[in-house]
């Protein structure tokens, strides 16, 4: 945690994110997400706080995302920091470049669009779950079928991130529009629009698939482990601020 090792750095970082929370983020003025505050983030250098800088980010060390989570946790808006962080943001910037990676993660870096990985069991460990979609191929297509049964944040994404079983039963990763996929609406209890993604028979193109020198499931196990990561910080967050209410109510 952020605490456990203090500096100036993440003191000033810490410092930054609570005073936007005080005059930004308030539940009762905007009890939804807001694409103008998400832009704000971004343009803090927060979302590139820990990607490495040949992907564009500042190449700080994951300590810090956990710096900035515990102190976006008080505000509880529905700007998701920590899942666009971990399971959108890095993935991309860990993934080889190409047309479409690195026109996604220009937008992304800059708050102007969403990412929702679609795996087929967001419980499990993701070196153990099974993709939730599988490639054929017909002809020279490659086409998906499938269904996700919850990608957080994927209504609000403008892509999606699905995890594929190819044709030689290997674990990929394919980058698609959102508006390609069906997606139901799973309104979490704190409002978030998740999405359960569904297709079927839906055509991938080849510059569509994300490839990792590291392979892809050590860089989804790197992106579940810095969701918990962020997840444990906002949840310190959260205690802290309920700790001083009740403090300041007693």
Do not use: N
């Amino acid at each position: 945690m952020s605490r456990l090792h203090p500096s100036e750095e993440r003191a000033a970082l810490e410092e930054s994110v609570r005073r936007w929370c005080e005059d930004r983020a308030t539940v009762a003025a905007e009890p939804r997400f807001v694409a103008e505050r998400w832009r704000e983030i971004a343009g803090f250098g927060w979302l590139a706080a820990v990607l490495e800088e040949s992907a564009g980010g500042l190449g700080l060390s994951p300590s810090h995302a956990s710096v900035i989570a515990e102190a976006l946790a008080p505000a509880a808006s529905l700007e998701p920091f920590a899942a666009q962080l971990a399971l959108g943001g890095w993935v991309l910037a860990r993934a080889r470049g190409g047309v479409a990676r690195d026109a996604l993660l220009e937008t992304w870096l800059a708050g102007e669009s969403l990412v929702a990985l679609a795996d087929g069991d967001p419980a499990a460990p993701p070196w153990t779950s099974r993709p939730a979609f599988r490639g054929r191929r017909v002809g020279g297509d490659l086409l998906l079928d499938g269904e996700a049964p919850l990608a957080l944040d994927g209504m609000l994404a403008s892509h999606c991130l699905l995890v594929v079983a190819d044709e030689r039963e290997a674990k990929a990763l394919y980058v698609l529009p959102a508006a390609a996929l069906e997606r139901v609406a799973r309104e979490a209890l704190d409002g978030r629009a998740h999405a359960s993604i569904r297709c079927a028979g839906l055509a991938a193109p080849d510059d569509a698939r994300l490839e990792f020198e590291a392979g892809t499931d050590a860089v989804l196990a790197e992106a579940a482990w810095l969701h918990a990561l962020c997840s444990a910080a906002e949840s310190v967050g959260l205690l802290r601020a309920m700790l001083r209410a009740s403090v300041v109510y007693l």
